[in-house]
């Protein structure tokens, strides 16, 4: 059984990772942690005050990872085990309570940074994506008898806003949020099927099988993501990239919205059947 040592240790920020603390740390590295450690970063960067009471055989359990793998996440994170980290963990939840109500816009200087933030979101996005690719990629859409959907949280009303605009395009895609739903339809996909998974963070658990679930059975696999080299990548024949935002996954925010809409609109436009009388 892995020890998690009490002893005092330096704050996430003096101990070198260079983040304000275990959150910040932890959203910025998934991308490049082994899947077992990213899948459990993900776990606390979404539930982070569910983990502030968890014990370390309950964490365990939840995230499907071994007390060891949580450890050593604990202390890449900066800390000398997990009670030191979930103190840490407890004072960052504090601070962003404290300013949480301040970073909601108030006034029209603010409200006009949000626009720009936003705007910037998606002419990062349009720099960053091949409109090459998006062509090839609506090329093998457009032929093809069903289209799957699938996110998770936001990243779900993201995948139903996929749906909508690819319908309107004349192309059968739907979106699921329910993740049963979604793995068991996803075993009956197969070459003449697609499957659209969307993850910012491209190591969402129930996203990543679903797109491996998908692959398995034949179909042609579409990543959005911001990590092109993400766990969720790795399963997808092709990356439809986001940019990336210096703003908290966990602050409830929803803006990541805008730069996925552009990738739905870009690939839309280049799906849709041609013709005088297509109104796509």
């Known amino acids: ?15 070198g990772t260079g983040y304000s603390g275990p959150l910040a740390y932890l959203e910025a590295s998934m991308p490049s942690l082994p899947n077992v450690l990213a899948r459990t970063a993900l776990y606390i960067v979404e539930n982070p005050e569910k983990v502030v009471r968890f014990s370390l ?9 071994g007390e060891a793998s949580i450890i050593r996440l604990c202390q ?11 103190l840490a963990l407890a004072g960052e939840l504090a601070v ?14 603010q409200l006009l940074t949000l626009a720009g933030e936003l705007s910037r979101s998606v ?27 699938y996110g998770s949280g936001v990243s779900g009303i993201i995948a139903e806003l996929f749906s909508y605009r690819l319908l309107r395009s004349r ?3 739907h979106a699921f949020r329910d993740v049963t739903l979604a793995h068991e339809v996803a075993n009956g996909l197969g070459p003449h099927s697609a499957a659209i998974a969307i993850s910012e963070s491209g190591v969402t658990l129930n996203t990543v099988d679903f797109l491996r679930t998908a692959r398995a059975a034949g179909a042609y696999c579409v990543a959005v993501t911001c990590h092109p080299k993400s766990a969720l990548a790795r399963h997808a024949d092709v990356v439809l ?16 919205v805008p730069r996925a809409v552009y990738i739905a609109e870009a690939l839309a436009a280049l ?8 109104d796509a």
């Open 76 to 86: 890449m994170s900066g800390f000398n085990g997990f009670s030191d980290f979930k």
């Open 123 to 149: 002419t990062r996005t349009a720099e960053g994506l091949d409109l090459a690719l998006v062509q090839k990629v609506a090329d093998r859409l457009r032929p093809l008898h069903r289209i799957d959907i």
């Open 271 to 278: 799906a849709a059947p041609r013709g005088p009388d297509i």
């Open 96 to 109: 962003r309570d404290t300013v949480g109500t301040e970073a909601v816009p108030k006034d029209e200087h």
């Open 171 to 173: 192309l059968n895609a």
């Open 241 to 256: 990239p986001m940019a990336k935002l210096n703003i908290p996954a966990y602050g409830g925010y929803i803006n990541a």
């Open 1 to 15: 059984m892995p020890r998690d040592s009490h002893s005092p240790t330096t704050s996430n920020s003096q101990a």
């Open 57 to 65: 055989k309950e964490l365990s359990r939840l995230c499907r990872a």
